[in-house]
């Protein structure tokens, strides 16, 4: 056991749950659970968001794809850093003005419909729990190497771990969790960017040529192709990093931290420029992984090249840095799965039951009892389906939620606010095809089935060629709400869905809502 590792790990935790300790004080209602009673600045929850985003699959698993694939992992990147100006522009403003606590709500202001109220909240749930399935697998990894403890109880350390936090803290020691974490992970990986670049002799031009000598890839390192060979497969990855943000849970009650919409897109501006700068920096992780690493190295460690950041850091930098760089990573996965928890209790809590269990007859303590319990469900959940992924690299895991994220959640969002013959059957349609084409096209995906034993989940030959399933289950999200609404719709609107689009249309954009609301 590397003990400065154990030392930085246990300074991490104990900071963690000093910050859980006094955000428990001041956690005494659902607001301040659910939301910290919305009190965030911008530049606060910019950086929680940016703390939010950056997971383990952009410290660890686009490391390690770039090292590993070379070009191909950089997608990652374009699409993740691109991803925030659908945000931005469509989304933050919008979903602030109408929601309260999470997506559900959003929805549920134009549809007082329990079965949309249900099914959103179980979208949630299920891209919560993917993504983070991504997260307790790079946890797994990464303590299995820094401490010598096999998978299992690793995964179980950060499961009671992240429990503890939410249970406790809710979202306002999730929150700072996050912004620790944030700048931690800015500093850290702005370091060993510097330093790999200065190995290069700080010259582009010559760090792009030794790559070309630098691994078994040879000159083709560069080009794409080398991890995804079909073209389809680039353009379904590319299609679920860009539109899967704006339908993540976690990052979308983020909006609900600060107080208006003037305030949420501000933090979506701070969080892009910290996020572009951190996304920019993945090449240098990649790029020293390969060459000062190397590929066996990085297989032997992790066959999913999860831990090249990690050992980039010791190659660098010896024990000490490895240890901070590998508890810096550590605290990444930490925050990221706390947010996950919160989101997913939230819309079990919030969304199931109160509004549809309890019928909105719910009262505050009743309410945080349950949100603490599901909090404990959902990690429990969490844990036992990431026992079966320890091969898979967390960048691709998370690349699914994120197509589940753009095909069950993104439709309805932008047909909520944009599209006035839009109706409940189109959004309970719409958010099920999508749910469930993605879910369905990953299980027999070459993700989940592979002829040779070790390389996938199961053995056997998959009948959907594309690892990621965004090309097809997007457009059928789409589909399947434009097609729900238009098979139950009329020609003509009805008057009151009418003038309640109007309203909804009036909220969105300006945030004024009815006399009496």
Partial sequence: MNLTAFILFLAIV????????????????????????????????????????????????????IALAGFDGFFYSIGFLVAYLVVLYLVAEPLRNLGKYTMADMIAARYDNKKVRGVAALNTIVISIFYMIAQLVGAGSLIKLLLGLDYTTSVLIVGVLMTVYVVFGGMRATSWVQIIKAILLMAGTLIVSLIVF?????????????????TPLKETFLNPGNKYKIPLDTLSLNLALVLGTAGLPHILIRFFTVKDAPTARSSVVHATWLIGIFYVMTVFLGFGAAAFVGYDAIMAADKGGNMAAPLLAKALGGDFFFAFISAVAFATILAVVTGLV??????????????????????????????????????????????????????????????????????????????????????????LTGLISAIILVVLSPSVWSPEAGKAILVGHPLFPLANPGIVSIPLGFIGAMIGTLLTSGKNVPAAASEKFDEILVRANTGIRPSGE
Wanted: proline content about 1%.
């Fill in 14 to 65: 104990g900071m963690t749950l000093v910050i859980t300790y006094f955000a428990a004080k001041k956690t005494n209602s659902t607001s301040e659970f659910y939301t910290a009673g919305g009190g965030l600045t911008g530049w606060q929850n910019g950086l929680a968001i940016a703390g939010d985003y950056m997971s383990a699959a952009s410290f660890l698993g686009i490391a390690g794809t």
């Fill in 198 to 214: 200065g190995k290069f002799h700080f010259s582009l031009t010559d760090m792009f040529e030794q790559m070309k000598a630098a």
């Fill in 342 to 431: 919160l989101s997913a209790a939230s819309a079990f809590a919030h969304d199931f039951y109160t509004h549809i269990i309890r019928r909105g007859d719910a009262g505050e303590k009743e309410q945080m009892k349950v949100a603490r319990w599901a909090s404990v469900g959902v990690a429990v959940l969490s844990i036992l389906l990431s026992l079966f992924a320890q091969k898979l690299n967390v960048a691709f895991l998370v690349s699914v939620a994120f197509a589940i994220a753009a095909s069950a959640n993104l439709p309805v969002i932008l047909f909520t606010i944009f599209w006035r013959r839009f109706n409940t059957t189109g959004a309970i349609v719409g958010m």
